[in-house]
């Protein structure tokens, strides 16, 4: 938070820095020229998810300064569907900028002009969001992988077509080669891009969060033939390291573990470095007592062979939900003196991971602390967990009545009575029976799926959520009707246990039967939308119960037939997850005093905050003299050789705007259409910078709805 002459310095090593990054990208695609000076970096593209392999989120080039950004203008706007989600970080490869319509269909697009050169529709529909795309040439041949809910598609990026070379007719289907033979019915989507080595193509994928979820496999197929090469088990198999912290054959009916985040790779040393997410179900986990290895760890895997290198659990036994949201950055820092190639790694809980990407070892120590204990049958937590010591948290992790929201003398009132009467405050309370517990920072995090930029002299910038979220746990009723037993194992957990629902967020379903039809109902459950996930395997007579508990036609009401439906498969657990919900006051705000969220600059060569601002704010508050108080936001931030960090993220304001990296002063922001809830990415074309960003209006329903890629440059 300080300015000291030192930053200054950092400065000058980051030109350096750059400098030698702009002569090493030489030969790249999307590269024609970059000189020292930087002003004829005339083609320089946004060539990977996040802008490289490293995650960096970082560019080279410098047009676009802290003196010059307060003249940037919007120079297109395409648009990208009439409603719906877009998380989409676009790639920019030789003037040519690849993103997807909310529909998930591919489009091509000058990048200068926004005009588009082509599209692909695969006629899927029900869409998820999809963010982003990995590019793979030889030097002659180009491929365009595009990632469409469960299928990886071959794409010519000439005229979209698909390669027929690739897998089936040119795809691949992410739900074959898991080892389940009925793969039809696996919630298997790919939100995040995969990673290219060589000849491989490495992915991960987004399942469900109870069960069945399918086991998250990381996988690498051949670009060219689409054909399986290698397949690491994030939830061990007989004989497999890591098989021990699991009761013994519980990997058969374990899932989850998965990378839906994406991954990061360490193009020379051939490490690709994978974080996992938490194993199913979420929060009850007495079948599955022990550390859960490979679940929440940052793995690092010879990205030629699969073969585990080292590996790194950032919750041992999660009963939070806290998957590592968001792929690690790589960086070098200079440590009491040495030079480390290191790794970076986000997480929900505030907790920056920084670690020798070579070693595993920490920069700054990590130590086992205890947390409390779990009181629910049959559930047993781990005694310890691991805390980051360095960098200092960058959200809050104790909710105490001193930091409740004092908006008015009646919120502080109404606050303080629910937060007298739930659980916990601090990190790791686990859930308990008919209570609400405190989850602080949210199940949103902290850190959330944007992750971090890096500068070439190891300053990070993050943004993070600061908001307080609640969840508990209820006994699973033995009498319920077959409908609302598949209702409370699979949908409860966002819907509610009494299908209210969090709204906006996490819609009610109550009279939901009037509002959509059964075959409208259907559609949703199997395809997903937004946030929720498919539910592909609900088929037959579990989906007829549960249509019928929907919409109030159910006729079997015999006691316990709920039971022997569970038997058939859906979730048996006796204990369920009854919603996540946020903390907020009566009008819908956090429960908390702001910042609700932030945007941070973390020098990771001494762990210290160079600064750090609050990050959003809601209109409607600021004309009542509340501004600046941060906001939940989505999507991570950019940043330039230049010297701007450019961010989007809020959900409220729907701004872009663009910080000085070295103090963290807002330069410029634009008010975008929609809100910019994507990372953005920038890119030169014949000399000129620019900067885009994906804005959709998904988050906030009661704003514009719609969805575009909007362009901006100097004059
Ligand atoms: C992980 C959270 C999650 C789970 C689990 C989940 N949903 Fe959803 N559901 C959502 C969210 C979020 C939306 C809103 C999506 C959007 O706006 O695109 C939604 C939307 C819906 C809608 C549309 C509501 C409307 O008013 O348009 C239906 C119907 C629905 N869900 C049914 C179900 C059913 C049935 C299940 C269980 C099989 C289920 N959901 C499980 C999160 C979830």
């Not at 539910?535 to 159910?554: D, I, K, N, S, V």
């Amino acid at each position: 938070m300080q300015r000291t002459s030192r930053l200054g310095i950092l400065f000058a090593v980051a030109s350096v820095g750059f400098l030698l990054a702009g002569f090493l990208l030489l030969g790249l695609p999307g590269l024609h020229t970059v000189s020292a000076a930087g002003t004829t970096q005339k083609q320089v593209g946004w060539i990977a998810y996040n802008g490289g392999k490293d995650n960096a989120h970082y560019s080279p080039l410098t047009q676009i300064t802290p003196e010059n950004v307060s003249q940037l203008k919007q120079v297109w706007r395409f648009d990208a569907g009439a409603s719906g989600g877009l998380q989409t970080n676009p790639l920019v490869v030789d003037g040519t900028l690849y993103a997807y319509t909310t529909a998930l269909q591919v489009v091509a697009l000058n990048a200068a002009t926004g005009e588009k050169q082509w599209s692909f529709d695969s006629g899927i529909t029900a869409p998820q969001p999809s963010r982003g795309f990995s590019w793979w040439s030889d030097g002659r041949k180009k491929r365009l992988y595009a990632f469409i809910m469960n299928y990886v598609y071959a794409l010519n990026p000439e005229d979209g077509k698909p390669i027929p070379s690739f897998g089936e007719q040119g795809r691949i289907d992410l739900r074959k080669d898991l080892g389940v033979e009925e793969f039809q019915g696996l919630p298997v989507v790919a939100t995040a891009p995969g990673v290219i080595f060589h000849n491989l193509l490495i992915v991960g994928f987004r399942t469900a969060e109870t069960k069945p979820a399918a086991r998250g496999d990381i996988r690498a197929y051949d670009v060219k033939t689409g054909k399986l090469q290698w397949s690491f088990h994030t939830i061990p198999h007989p004989g497999e390291s890591g098989y021990e912290t699991w009761p013994a054959g519980a990997w058969q009916k374990a899932g989850a573990a998965n990378n839906w985040s994406g991954m990061a790779l360490d193009e020379k040393r051939g490490i690709v470095y994978v974080p996992t997410g938490s194993a199913a179900s979420d929060f009850y986990g007495a079948d599955r007592a022990g550390k859960n290895l490979y679940a929440n760890t940052l793995l690092a895997l010879d990205a030629a062979t699969g073969k585990l290198l080292w590996h790194f659990q950032g919750v041992h036994h999660d009963i939070w939900d806290r998957d590592f949201p968001s792929p690690p950055t790589l960086l070098t820092v200079v440590h009491e003196g040495k030079k480390i190639d290191a790794i970076a790694q986000p997480t929900k809980q505030g907790f920056l991971f920084v670690l020798d990407r070579v070693t595993g070892k920490p920069v700054f120590p990590i130590e086992e602390r205890r947390f409390p204990t779990s009181d629910v049958e049959g559930e047993t937590t781990s005694p310890t967990q691991p805390v980051s010591t360095m960098p200092a948290p960058y959200a809050r992790q104790e909710l105490t009545e001193s930091i409740l929201s004092t908006r008015t003398p009646a919120v502080h009132e109404q606050v303080l009575k629910e937060f007298r009467a739930m659980k916990g405050a601090g990190l790791f309370v686990p859930m308990s029976l008919n209570k609400q517990t405190i989850v602080f920072p949210g199940f949103d995090g902290g850190a959330e799926w944007g992750g971090s930029a890096v500068t070439p002299a190891g300053v990070l910038i993050l943004n993070a959520n600061d908001i307080p979220w609640t969840g508990g746990l209820t006994k699973a009723k033995a009498d319920a009707s077959p409908g609302e037993t598949v209702y409370q194992s699979q949908c409860a957990f966002c819907h509610g246990k009494e299908r209210k629902g969090d709204p906006p967020e996490f819609p009610s379903l109550v009279d939901i039967g009037g509002r959509l039809s059964e075959r409208e109902i259907e559609q949703r459950i199997h395809g997903g939308s937004g946030r929720m996930p498919s539910f592909p395997g609900l088929t037959g007579e579990r989906l007829r119960a549960l249509l019928g508990y929907l919409t109030g036609t159910e006729d079997t009401k015999s006691p316990g037939a709920g039971r022997e439906l569970a038997s058939k498969g859906v979730d048996e657990a006796p204990y369920q997850f009854t919603g996540y919900r946020k903390f907020q006051d009566k009008d819908g705000y956090p429960a908390v005093q702001p910042p609700w969220g932030t945007l941070n600059a973390i020098d990771l060569n001494t762990g210290k905050y160079l600064w750090r601002v609050p990050l959003g704010e809601y209109p409607e508050l600021v004309k009542q003299g509340m501004p600046n108080t941060g906001s939940e936001g989505y999507g991570g931030p950019v940043v330039t050789a230049g010297g701007v960090v450019f961010i989007g993220a809020t959900i409220y304001d729907r701004k872009l705007r663009a910080f000085d990296a070295r103090t963290g002063k807002l330069l410029w922001s634009a008010e975008l259409p929609y809100a910019g809830t994507a990372t953005p990415a920038t890119y030169s074309v014949n000399g000129k910078q620019y900067v885009v960003i994906a804005a959709s209006g998904a988050r906030d329903k009661s704003g514009p709805q719609g969805a575009a890629y909007i362009a901006f440059a100097l004059p």
